[in-house]
């Protein structure tokens, strides 16, 4: 709106003074076109359909469902379920802050700065940086680990290793990492979106039917080890918790839905999450109870019959984890874009400079991505430290922080608004808590792991 006014303004300054040419008068025709466009192209597009395909797609990936009954034998079903309300709720809390004060805030990183000026913007930068480095990482060797598994399916002897195939990930996720935006994903993802849901039901399938075929006096529900190692295993697991609801993106998705973007997102929200409650906890109760507290971190690994369908559940992974990897690319993207095409117009955008600029900055990104992920394969550790210091900040402790500071002028007084002062203040206090023993206990078991395994070792 802000551009309309401008340009119409700047346009009617020209017109109040003699114009030297008729070329002059077109160029400002122009001009004020170009305003225009770019304003309009502004505009979200899609449907709250698009907004579930979307943050289903952030969220339910294979990586977020393969900790949950490791997590589950660690910390009990409380865990699982305050999570879902937690993260159902603040997604909420965020989705209802769209233009809270007027303006639209078009990223994360942004909506904090306008809530809480400098130290938000920075902040959340920083957060969601390593939420969606750490995010990317972990799925990029939960991907690898996939199209490992089906390559020994078809050839037991052959040579290929685990890191042979993070980097074919890497290059696939480069070429996808051409498109523009978000809202050009919106088939990908509802593809994967549906990959989803194949990958959810074959996994519960074969859980439950390994489940059958071992022998259940063997399976042990306690956890095994000293008094040190348990708490250090419930600290790891409260990690894995925070990185399986994480969902780092919310207003850049919120941007690219059609108004009432609010109410849009309402119901693409609640929808992700009518999938995300009957997947998730169907996976993690099934897997605790096949296997116990010996399910490893992640899951697929944990299964050895029939050899057909875990092919086909690892095919739906790494489908799913395709669009997965890249929402979560995007906010580093988009911050090479603004650094490096500042000073560029809407329309020169398109050239070929600045596709070739685009390409050489996705090509570092994936490159430091892959060098990481194959030279350190620790699945487990990589989830826990992604969800304490990434996903903990963004998804629980911010949004609680950001609602009460944006609504305090407006509704302070009210018994709502003190009914949420308390709810919102219990959740950051008691997420933050998770935050540092999630990260203590990442920490410690990814030193235990480097000690044990040399780098680029074939997991």
């Known amino acids: 709106m802000k551009l309309h006014v401008f340009a119409s303004l700047r346009f009617r300054s020209k017109?109040?003074?003699?114009?030297?040419?008729?070329?002059?008068?077109?160029?400002?025709?122009?001009?004020?076109?170009?305003?225009?466009?770019?304003?309009?192209?502004?505009?979200?597009?899609?449907?709250?359909?698009?907004?579930?395909?979307?943050?289903?797609?952030?969220?339910?990936?294979?990586?977020?469902?393969?900790?949950?009954?490791?997590?589950?034998?660690?910390?009990?079903?409380?865990?699982?379920?305050?999570?879902?309300?937690?993260?159902?709720?603040?997604?909420?809390?965020?989705?209802?802050?769209?233009?809270?004060?007027?303006?639209?805030?078009?990223?994360?990183?942004?909506?904090?700065?306008?809530?809480?000026?400098?130290?938000?913007?920075?902040?959340?930068?920083?957060?969601?940086?390593?939420?969606?480095?750490?995010?990317?990482i972990a799925i990029q060797i939960a991907a690898g680990s996939s199209l490992k598994a089906v390559y020994k399916y078809y050839h037991k002897d052959g040579d290929l290793t685990l890191q042979h195939f993070v980097i074919f990930f890497g290059v696939f996720e480069l070429f996808l990492s051409q498109l523009p935006d978000i809202h050009s994903l919106r088939w990908v993802n509802a593809l994967c979106t549906f990959s989803t849901i194949g990958f959810a039901a074959t996994t519960i399938g074969v859980t439950i039917y390994n489940g059958k075929k071992i022998d259940r006096k063997s399976i042990s529900y306690g956890l095994d080890g000293s008094s040190s190692s348990k708490v250090f295993r419930a600290f790891n697991a409260l990690g894995a918790i925070a990185f399986s609801f994480g969902d780092a993106m919310l207003p850049e998705i919120q941007n690219t839905v059609r108004e009432p973007a609010k109410k849009n997102v309402y119901k693409g929200v609640s929808a992700a999450y009518g999938i995300i409650v009957l997947s998730y906890w169907q996976l993690a109760f099934t897997g605790y109870w096949a296997f116990g507290s010996q399910v490893e971190p992640y899951i697929l690994s944990s299964l050895t019959v029939p050899q057909w369908t875990i092919v086909m559940a690892n095919l739906f992974a790494v489908i799913q984890i395709s669009g997965c990897f890249q929402i979560y690319c995007r906010p580093t993207y988009a911050y090479f874009e603004e650094t490096l095409l500042s000073n560029e117009t809407a329309t020169s955008r398109s050239s070929l400079r600045n596709k070739l600029v685009r390409l050489v900055c996705t090509s570092m990104y994936m490159l430091l991505i892959t060098l990481v992920a194959a030279a350190m394969p620790f699945f487990g550790d990589f989830v826990a430290?992604?969800?304490?210091?990434?996903?903990?900040?963004?998804?629980?402790?911010?949004?609680?922080?950001?609602?009460?500071?944006?609504?305090?002028?407006?509704?302070?007084?009210?018994?709502?608004?003190?009914?949420?002062?308390?709810?919102?203040?219990?959740?950051?206090?008691?997420?933050?808590?998770?935050?540092v023993f999630g990260c203590i206990g990442a920490v410690k078991f990814i030193v235990e792991d480097v000690k044990t395994y040399k780098f680029f070792h074939d997991m």
């Open 15 to 136: 017109m109040t003074q003699p114009p030297d040419s008729a070329e002059a008068a077109e160029e400002e025709r122009q001009q004020v076109e170009e305003v225009e466009e770019a304003e309009e192209s502004k505009h979200g597009k899609g449907t709250w359909k698009h907004a579930a395909f979307h943050v289903a797609t952030t969220i339910a990936t294979p990586a977020a469902y393969s900790p949950l009954p490791f997590a589950l034998a660690s910390l009990g079903v409380s865990s699982l379920v305050g999570a879902t309300l937690a993260t159902w709720y603040s997604s909420l809390l965020i989705a209802s802050l769209w233009k809270w004060d007027g303006k639209k805030h078009v990223t994360y990183r942004h909506l904090a700065q306008s809530i809480f000026g400098f130290w938000g913007y920075w902040s959340i930068a920083f957060f969601q940086q390593v939420a969606s480095i750490g995010n990317n």
């Open 385 to 435: 430290i992604c969800g304490a210091i990434g996903f903990t900040p963004l998804d629980f402790v911010f949004p609680a922080m950001a609602y009460l500071k944006a609504r305090r002028r407006r509704h302070q007084n009210t018994k709502m608004y003190l009914s949420l002062l308390l709810l919102n203040f219990a959740i950051v206090v008691w997420f933050s808590a998770v935050a």
